[in-house]
């Protein structure tokens, strides 16, 4: 596709609810990121993926938080008995090769209620 | 541990100005630093790329120079506009690592 694409756009879940969040990265990156914004923030990172492997996990939170990209192109970050700080926009990314520029997808706007 | 700053963390301007944004990090060893804009409710577009071999990048009105050994980069905005109005955020590319570490970002607005 022309660049990232996330959805949905807004997701409200009620405490203790799961939730699928979905990243199409651009046809042909190897490289794919989530992060994480909270209000007024810069994103943190979570975790990255080269093709199917996901080789940096050290930016989830909790074990309730669990990302995969099981044919090395859509990625899908799932997480567990959602709570409210939880809460932020999730920020998917992707990239030709590691360390080359990185293009961001609208994100997902979570609210915890 | 990588630290990025930004500062100031809001600046208002008016229309036509030249600006400054700031940005420092803490340790050298970086892969490359990228600029971003993010407007309100929207994902983050990519403004400028600088390798860490390199000094500066340009983008017609922008201009983003890299001091790695002071661990500092600016972006220059010349003429400024209305339309310029947007969070700026820079993030640092580690060496040995994938990830991008933010800064928090500069709040612009450019009063017409």
């Known amino acids: 596709g022309a660049g990232v694409s996330q959805s949905p756009r807004y997701k409200v879940a009620k405490r203790g609810q799961d939730v699928a969040l979905r990243c199409d990265p651009i046809s042909g990156h190897v490289s794919l990121f989530w992060y994480q914004q909270a209000l007024g923030q810069g994103p943190e990172f979570l975790t990255y993926f080269q093709n199917e492997a996901q080789l940096d996990k050290s930016g989830l939170p909790s074990d309730r938080f669990f990302a995969e990209r099981p044919e090395g192109s859509v990625s899908t970050l799932k997480i567990q008995r959602t709570q409210q700080e939880d809460s932020a926009v999730y920020l998917c990314?992707?990239?030709?090769?590691?360390?080359?520029?990185?293009?961001f997808g609208q994100g997902t706007r979570l609210t915890v209620v | 541990k990588q630290e990025v700053t930004q500062i100031p963390a809001a600046l208002s301007v008016p229309e036509g100005e030249n600006l400054v944004l700031n940005c420092s990090f803490t340790?050298?060893?970086?892969?490359?630093l990228q600029w971003f804009r993010q407007d309100p409710g929207k994902g983050l577009t990519s403004l400028l790329l600088i390798q860490s071999s390199q000094r500066e990048q340009t983008s017609g009105r922008l201009n983003a120079s890299l001091d790695k050994s002071s661990g500092r980069s600016t972006l220059y905005i010349a003429a400024s506009q209305p339309g310029d109005s947007a969070t700026y955020l820079c993030a640092v590319s580690l060496q040995g690592a994938q990830k991008l570490v933010f800064g928090q970002g500069t709040r612009l607005t450019i009063n017409p």
């Open positions: 990314a992707s990239s030709f090769l590691s360390n080359t520029e990185a293009f």
């Open positions: 340790d050298s060893a970086i892969y490359n």
